[in-house]
């Protein structure tokens, strides 16, 4: 593996561990904070009907037109927020089903429904999911008790979608997701590029050194780069010198010697 293919590795490496790091906080942070919204949203318009319809609730008779009026509050109530809204009485007798699944009259304060327990006869919010066979989906359920004068005369049960909030908080992360893919991709861009200014003056110094070795004397590196780099070709770059001049005057002594040596050779030859 080459010196710059390393350099950006291990940036990748930091890179991504850099961005898990911030970003996993981030997506549950972010997870947390829309299901609270989303359950803050939905008590708040459960105890806003709550309110508006106890005095009807507690009035409510056989012979009282009152049931009329509470249809069309519960039934706009449900239309406006998307929502299936269910009412009963203090016995957990439904009173309305803005979604008409369940009859007037049945008994849902039952172990299977535990939310209109807690309303009914232990006068606390409930809140609380569950998932449902018939819309193929989970729902989020906010219970409150619908009181008149301090006492409990019903309960009202506002179930609604977790859908849309589950697709919000994908986008949120598929976003985040995007920023830190981008910043890696970034980050290697730029560590590519410092690579190469790294890698550059140590490939010259590379081929100064190869070319020293073929034989010639003349190759130089270029200083340039890092302090340490910009060291290491001016230390090549005086060794060079130096071999050179010791070769070239070692070959000019050889040279000299041997003319020297041939002068009294030849003498010695025409004797």
Do not use: K
């Not at 060794?239 to 003319?259: E, I, K, P, Y």
């Amino acid at each position: 593996m080459t010196l710059r293919a390393r350099l950006v590795l291990s940036a990748a490496y930091l890179l991504v561990a850099v961005v898990i790091v911030l970003e996993v906080p981030l997506w549950l942070n972010i997870e947390r904070r829309a299901t609270a919204e989303f359950e803050s949203g939905v008590l708040g318009n459960a105890a806003i009907l709550a309110s508006r319809i106890s005095d009807l609730v507690a009035q409510r008779s056989p012979n009282s037109d009152t049931g009329a009026e509470l249809s069309r509050i519960v039934e706009s109530t449900a239309s406006r927020l998307g929502a299936r809204v269910l009412l009963t009485d203090g016995t957990g007798d439904v009173i309305i089903d803005s979604s008409d699944i369940a009859a007037p009259g049945a008994r849902y304060a039952t172990s299977q429904r535990p939310e209109f327990t807690a309303g009914l006869f232990e006068g606390r919010i409930d809140i609380r999911r569950r998932f449902s066979q018939e819309l193929n989906q989970e729902l989020l359920l906010v219970t409150i008790p619908v009181l008149h004068r301090g006492e409990v005369v019903g309960s009202v049960r506002v179930s609604e979608s977790l859908a849309a909030i589950r697709a919000r908080v994908r986008r949120s992360w598929l976003g985040l997701g995007a920023i830190g893919v981008g910043a890696v991709a970034l980050g290697l861009a730029l560590a590519w590029f410092l690579a190469g200014s790294l890698v550059r003056p140590v490939r010259a110094l590379q081929d100064a050194a190869v070319s020293l070795g073929e034989g010639n004397l003349e190759a130089r590196a270029v200083s340039e780069g890092p302090a340490e780099i910009a060291t290491l070709a001016h230390t090549f770059n005086r060794m060079a010198g130096v071999l050179s001049a010791n070769l070239v005057a070692q070959r000019d002594f050889l040279a000299n010697a041997s003319h020297q040596l041939r002068t009294p050779l030849t003498g010695l030859r025409l004797r």
